[in-house]
């Protein structure tokens, strides 16, 4: 089974948001040299229309550093804010199924999340941003656990983004960037997780993460939400009630 954990709603990964969009902008404006005045409604709508803000700028044809982008905007961000969640930590330790996350943050902001959190070891692996859109050479990821066919799977993200947590595979599509909430996307972390979506939940925070989660065969459940959205199969106020 799959399980995607996103930790969106605690009010100190909001704030790093809050961050990570004024950061983006910064770099619009100053590297890209994007009009002053069209930066907030573009950011917003690119991200809106593409998944993220920076897969909507390499399709409008912007030139830039993926490894640049990400050390500009997430360079900066005061994870210190960011506290052990214990009780998080117990939950997914308690939990014999194969844990993975999905996200489509870089793997640098990914690992410091979860170490901050106290969960870099609760998870098998990471599929990040350099997993779907791998540099000249791909990564190489093998799982004794994933090789012998002992598990299904479980997923995480922790958006928004150490070696131990890539996971493991890497996917080459003809497409600028590969990210959620594409279904091509979806379905290329299913095949690097080696997991049949019969067998796997998917926990998000996105409405339309969960659609194209659900369109690609998965189970779905919505987090931080009481209420069901289209595609969702269950809802959970939090992720900390997990086992609900």
Same mark, same amino acid.
């Given at each position: 089974?799959?399980?995607?954990?996103?930790? #969106?709603?605690?009010?100190?990964?909001?704030? @790093?948001?809050?961050?990570?969009?004024?950061?983006? #902008?910064? &770099?619009?404006?100053?590297?890209?040299?994007?009009?002053?005045?069209?930066?907030?409604?573009?950011?917003?709508?690119?991200?809106?229309?593409?998944?993220?803000?920076?897969?909507?700028?390499?399709?409008?044809?912007?030139?830039?550093?993926?490894?640049? &982008?990400?050390?500009?905007?997430?360079?900066? @961000?005061?994870?210190?804010?960011?506290?052990?969640?214990?009780?998080?930590?117990?939950?997914? @330790?308690?939990?014999?199924?194969?844990?993975?996350?999905?996200?489509?943050?870089?793997? /640098?902001? /990914?690992?410091?999340?979860?170490?901050?959190?106290?969960?870099?070891?609760?998870?098998?692996?990471?599929?990040?941003?350099? +997993?779907?859109?791998?540099?000249?050479?791909?990564?190489?990821?093998?799982?004794?656990?994933?090789? #012998?066919?002992?598990?299904?799977?479980? /997923?995480?993200?922790?958006?928004?983004?150490?070696?131990?947590?890539?996971?493991?595979?890497?996917? +080459?599509?003809?497409?600028?960037? *590969?990210?959620?909430?594409?279904?091509?996307?979806? #379905?290329?972390?299913?095949?690097?997780?080696?997991?049949?979506?019969?067998?796997?939940?998917?926990?998000?925070?996105?409405?339309?993460?969960?659609?194209?989660?659900?369109?690609?065969?998965?189970?779905?459940?919505?987090?931080?939400?009481?209420? *069901?959205?289209?595609?969702?199969?269950?809802?959970?106020?939090?992720?900390?009630?997990?086992?609900?």
């Amino acid at each position: 089974m799959t399980i995607k954990i996103t930790i #969106e709603g605690d009010d100190d990964c909001g704030q @790093l948001t809050i961050f990570i969009t004024i950061f983006m #902008e910064e &770099f619009m404006l100053q590297h890209l040299h994007i009009e002053e005045n069209e930066v907030p409604r573009m950011c917003l709508d690119l991200y809106r229309e593409y998944g993220t803000t920076m897969a909507g700028l390499k399709a409008l044809g912007y030139e830039f550093d993926y490894d640049e &982008f990400h050390a500009y905007v997430h360079g900066k @961000l005061p994870y210190v804010t960011l506290k052990p969640d214990m009780v998080l930590r117990n939950l997914l @330790l308690s939990m014999p199924q194969r844990k993975i996350i999905f996200t489509n943050a870089d793997k /640098a902001h /990914a690992a410091q999340v979860l170490n901050r959190l106290g969960l870099e070891d609760c998870f098998e692996g990471v599929i990040c941003f350099e +997993t779907l859109n791998p540099p000249l050479k791909p990564f190489d990821y093998v799982s004794s656990a994933v090789d #012998e066919g002992k598990l299904e799977g479980i /997923a995480a993200d922790i958006d928004d983004d150490n070696d131990a947590y890539d996971c493991n595979k890497s996917f +080459t599509s003809h497409s600028s960037i *590969l990210c959620k909430p594409s279904m091509e996307a979806i #379905e290329a972390a299913i095949q690097i997780a080696n997991t049949d979506p019969k067998k796997t939940i998917f926990f998000d925070d996105s409405p339309r993460n969960i659609a194209s989660g659900k369109a690609a065969g998965l189970h779905t459940v919505i987090v931080g939400s009481t209420k *069901l959205v289209p595609g969702a199969d269950h809802a959970l106020s939090s992720i900390h009630n997990i086992r609900d």
